[in-house]
């Protein structure tokens, strides 16, 4: 996947986030970071069509967590490593929404300066 395709994306999940995609602070129902997502190409299904493999976050997911059952609640989302699977058991709603926004915004951030996607 090309550099600028991978921004696009980012940049959409972003959007989605702003736009209270995942409910806000005071979401009406339980929602899943990214499974929830239209990034996520299962998201409609009730049963998963797509391997996540597939998935472009998939590059984000450390290579220990990709057997896991929703890799991608296992991205590391700061410098402690915390993710979307450990945050959504330790943290409020908001507080996993706004780790996720600052990973966002730093990918972005890093590849449109010229870096790689962090793995």
Not at 48 to 68: A, D, G, H, I, T
Not at 85 to 111: F, N, S
Request: charge should be negative.
């Amino acid at each position: 996947m090309v550099k600028s395709e991978i921004i696009k994306l980012l940049k959409q999940e972003l959007d989605y986030l702003e736009r209270g995609g995942y409910g806000g602070r005071l979401p009406w129902r339980p929602v899943t970071m990214f499974l929830d997502s239209p990034s996520c190409p299962n998201r409609l299904d009730v049963e998963p069509n797509v391997p996540c493999s597939q998935c472009w976050l998939f590059m984000f997911v450390p290579e220990k967590y990709r057997s896991e059952m929703k890799p991608c609640h296992f991205i590391p989302l700061n410098d402690e490593g915390e993710s979307v699977h450990t945050m959504t058991r330790q943290y409020a709603p908001g507080e996993v929404e706004d780790a996720l926004k600052i990973w966002l915004k730093a990918e972005i951030q890093c590849l449109e300066s010229g870096g790689d996607a962090t793995s």
